[in-house]
């Protein structure tokens, strides 16, 4: 499938701007990719839904963050569409003090199958 190395971005507080923190590295196997594109379809076919909170397995993802953004409370990927394609991105928070953290996007077509 897919091995992705994206930028990342820090936010510690809601009220300020994220900062950027580097390059986040995970892969994207089979059955997360199909997840993805199942999230797509429903998103297509309901638009009352903005976007879908798709969850991940750990042990296949092999995620990968900077010094000192790690680990992670939680991880999933947000889909959501943007001119009617599917687009996902990291989302997760860091254990430590609950920082948000994510990703850039990562349109879904793009993955290899």
């Known amino acids: 499938m897919s091995n992705l190395t994206l930028e990342g971005r ?10 950027p923190m580097g390059e986040i590295h995970f892969y994207v196997d089979g059955p997360l990719h199909l ?6 379809e429903r998103l ?6 903005k976007e879908i909170m798709v969850d991940v397995d750990m042990d ?6 900077p010094e000192g953004y790690a680990p992670l409370s939680d991880c999933k ?12 991105h990291l989302v997760g ?4 003090d609950g920082s948000l953290i994510y990703s850039n996007v990562v349109l879904i077509d ?4």
């Open 110 to 113: 793009q993955l290899i199958d």
């Open 35 to 40: 997840r993805l594109e199942e999230a797509e």
């Open 77 to 88: 990927m947000r889909v959501y569409l943007h001119y009617e394609r599917g687009q996902f």
């Open 10 to 19: 820090c936010k510690p507080n809601p009220n300020q701007p994220s900062e």
């Open 60 to 65: 296949t993802l092999n995620l990968v963050l």
């Open 44 to 49: 297509q076919k309901n638009p009352a839904l």
């Open 93 to 96: 928070h860091r254990a430590s």
